[in-house]
Nanobody, 124 residues
Framework: QVQLVESGGGLVQAGGSLRLSCATSGRTFSSYAMGWFRQAPGKEREFVCAISWRGASTYYADSVKGRFTISRDNAKNLVYLQMNSLKPEDTALYYC?????????????????WGQGTQVTVSS
């Protein structure tokens, strides 16, 4: 069992930055690929980015490529999402998730565990 708790969301102006954190429990954290998803009101949950279990590989949705960076610290059981050049369309509830599926899972069904989410609001 893996428990995930996101933090770091908030209100920011367009062009600003935020860093989200995901704290995990469980001694097997380093064996999971990790991902971030987001869900805006009235829309489906969408993939943002993923990182392999050792952090050697990452994968990003086209909409965030070049602006967002995912990283992880296996010693601290933490995953981060650095978000720069934020846009109003980035406004959503952001979820951290853990997957035993493979190296870079990128769809909702590929993930086994989910956090409760942290709200990010970008004003124009």
């Amino acid at each position: 069992q893996v428990q995930l708790v996101e933090s770091g969301g908030g209100l920011v102006q367009a062009g600003g930055s935020l860093r989200l954190s995901c704290a995990t429990s469980g001694r097997t954290f380093s064996s999971y690929a990790m991902g971030w998803f987001r869900q805006a009101p009235g829309k489906e949950r969408e993939f943002v980015c993923a990182i392999s279990w050792r952090g050697a590989s990452t994968y990003y949705a086209d909409s965030v490529k070049g602006r967002f960076t995912i990283s992880r610290d296996n010693a601290k059981n933490l995953v981060y999402l650095q978000m720069n050049s934020l846009k109003p369309e980035d406004t959503a509830l952001y979820y951290c998730a853990a997957s035993s599926f493979g190296i870079l899972p990128h769809t909702v069904p590929m993930y086994d565990y989910w956090g409760q989410g942290t709200q990010v609001t970008v004003s124009s």
